[in-house]
C-alpha cells in the first residue's frame, strides 16, 4: 500500500487551525442569534460520539447510503468510472470511510487505475483511516489531505491532472443552509473540469417523526455530541463553558426540510474565552447544526443553479436517500 500523509508545516497548520477555530468562535458568539460552525464537533471525542450516532437505530442515514455502497456497488461504478481512464478518486469529509470501502475495494478488485484522495479537517480520523485502510485494502493507492474541502481540492489538482471523481457522502450538503449550499455547489464546479465527476447524498423528505427520531435520540448521544463542542473550546481555547448550564435542544420544519440543532443556556451567564467574555442570557439560543431534507426536485434544482446537470441517481431499498451523480454543465 502507498501512502502518503500530507505532513508539510505541520506545526504551522496546526497554528493556523487553532487561530482560525478561535475566529470562528468568537465572531459565532458575537452573532444574533449566537452561532457555533458544526465542522468544529469533529475532534477526538467529537469523532466518538459520531460513530455512536451512526450505529444507533434511530438514525437512518448511515444505514441507508451504506445499503446503496453495499448492495449497489456495480451500479455506482458504472455512474462513476465506467470507462478505463485513470481517476482521483477525492471523497470530502471522508471520516472513516466505512461506506466508501465498499466501493474502494470494487474497485481495486475490478483492477481499476485510481488513487484515493481522502480529505478531511480531522487528522486524528485520518490517522485512524489510513490505518484501516492499510489492513483492508493493502493495494490501495491512498494521499491523504487535512484541511478544508476547497483548499485541499485546489492542492490535489496541483498534484495530478488525472480526471477527478469527487464525493461528498453522508448528506453533509444538509449541514447548509439554502444559499450556503448553492454557494457551495458552485464553488466546487469551479474546482472540478469537463468530464469530472461529483456523487453527492441527499437525505429525502419523509415521515417528519423518523428525521426528527434520528436528531433526538433517547440515549442522549446527539446531545452529548453538541455539548462536547463547548468542552472542545473550553480544552482549546482557555474557556470556562459550564456545560451543565445547556441543554440540548431538536426540531424538524417538514416544510422547509430543515432539521436544526440549538443549545439552550439554562441561565443567565458569563463566559470567559481567552480574554474574552460573552453573554448569555436565560432561553438564550445557540445554533449549532442544521440537517436540511431534500425534495428530488429540488436536487436537480440545485444541480442546474450550480452548473452541473444530474447525469444518474442510486436510491437505498427504502428510498429515503439518493446518491446523485453530477456532471459539469
Known sequence: MNVQVDTDSQIENDQTNVVKFRSDVLNGLKNN???LSSKYFYDKIGDHLFQEIMAMPEYYLTKCELDIFKNKTENLTGLIASENEPFDLIELGAGDAMKSTFLLKYLVEK?????YMPIDISGNILSILNEKLNIEIPNLEITSLEGDYFDMLDKAASMSSRKKVVLFLGSNIGNMNKDEAESFCLELNKNVNSGDVVLIGFDLKKNPHVILSAYNDQSGTTAAFNLNLLSRI????????EVENFQHYQTYDPVSGDCRSYLVSLKDQKVLIENEVIS???????????????????IVELAEKSGFKV??????????????????I
Request: proline share 2%; glycine share 6%.
Open 280 to 298: 448569555f442570557k436565560e432561553n438564550e439560543l445557540i445554533d449549532m447544526e442544521v440537517s436540511r431534507k431534500f425534495s428530488e426536485s429540488g
Open 111 to 115: 483492477g481499476k487505475d485510481f488513487t
Open 234 to 241: 473550553n480544552r482549546e481555547l482557555n474557556a470556562n463553558f
Open 311 to 328: 447525469v444518474g441517481e442510486i436510491k437505498d431499498s427504502k428510498n429515503w436517500f439518493v446518491d446523485s451523480v453530477w456532471e459539469v
Open 33 to 35: 442569534p449566537k452561532k
